[in-house]
């Protein structure tokens, strides 16, 4: 069964660079049926996508975060990576991946990691 | 930018009860629109996307409705797994982009 799990570090100072990896499990990354997607939750606050990758390195991004944002993906490892430039404690937030299936729920988030939380303070 | 709003922020009912959840668009979605369940701790579960198909292994009690602007989630009689926030979600057509609502807390009474 096909499971994604987010990992990096829980604690960033503001100005810096947060970097995050979505390590997939039980399916291939480099597949044609899917994309991959990060998603994050403030603490008390809603969902908020941030960008969505193809596994040939196509990307869509959030507009109000794009300036400070690559996603890319590593097939070797079955991983896709996040980061993010500049961070505030705005930033402060519960990060997810995701997969976006072509297919059957197509462009929704059918499958989603447990979610990593990244804080941002010095 | 389309603004998804949820209603009620919170909803208490018991357990056997029927939950009526709504989404409002800011503008037409048309039917690309979602149902997430989010429980602590968890990952978050597709519920039900383009408005009305329920996604793979979702129980028939769960059901979605609705097209342009309103949209509801309906639970036609709530289990005790059931309590969770719910959030709606709705994408563009092309380029492919998401929001959010803020989320419906379903609580127990």
């Known amino acids: 069964q096909l499971q994604l799990q987010e990992s990096g570090p829980g604690l960033v100072k503001p100005s810096e660079t947060l970097s995050l990896t979505c390590t997939v499990s039980?399916?291939?990354?480099?597949?044609?049926?899917?994309?991959w997607g990060w998603i994050r939750q403030p603490p008390g606050k809603g969902l908020e996508w941030i960008g969505s990758i193809y596994y040939s390195g196509t990307t869509y991004f959030n507009p109000s975060l794009k300036s400070r944002v690559t996603i890319s993906v590593d097939t070797s490892k079955n991983q896709v990576s996040l980061r993010l430039r500049s961070v505030t404690a705005a930033d402060t937030a519960v990060y997810y991946c995701?997969?976006?299936?072509?297919?059957?729920?197509?462009?929704?988030?059918?499958?989603w990691g447990r979610g990593t939380l990244v804080i941002v303070s010095s | 930018e389309i603004v998804l709003t949820q209603s009620p922020a919170t909803l208490s009912l018991s357990p056997g009860e029927r939950a009526t959840l709504s989404c409002r668009a800011s503008?037409?979605?048309?039917?690309?629109l979602a149902w997430y369940q989010h429980k602590p701790g968890q990952a978050p579960r597709l519920l039900i996307y383009d408005a009305s198909t329920r996604a793979t292994g979702i129980p028939a009690r769960f059901s979605g409705s609705g097209s342009g602007t309103d949209f509801t989630l309906t639970i036609s009689s709530l289990e005790p797994e059931d309590f969770a926030v719910y959030y709606c979600q709705q994408r563009s057509n092309w380029p492919p982009e998401y929001a959010f609502g803020r989320g419906t807390e379903l609580e127990i009474k």
């Open positions: 503008q037409t979605v048309s039917t690309y």
């Open positions: 995701a997969r976006l299936p072509l297919q059957g729920p197509s462009w929704y988030f059918d499958l």
């Open positions: 039980g399916g291939s990354i480099g597949t044609s049926s899917y994309y």
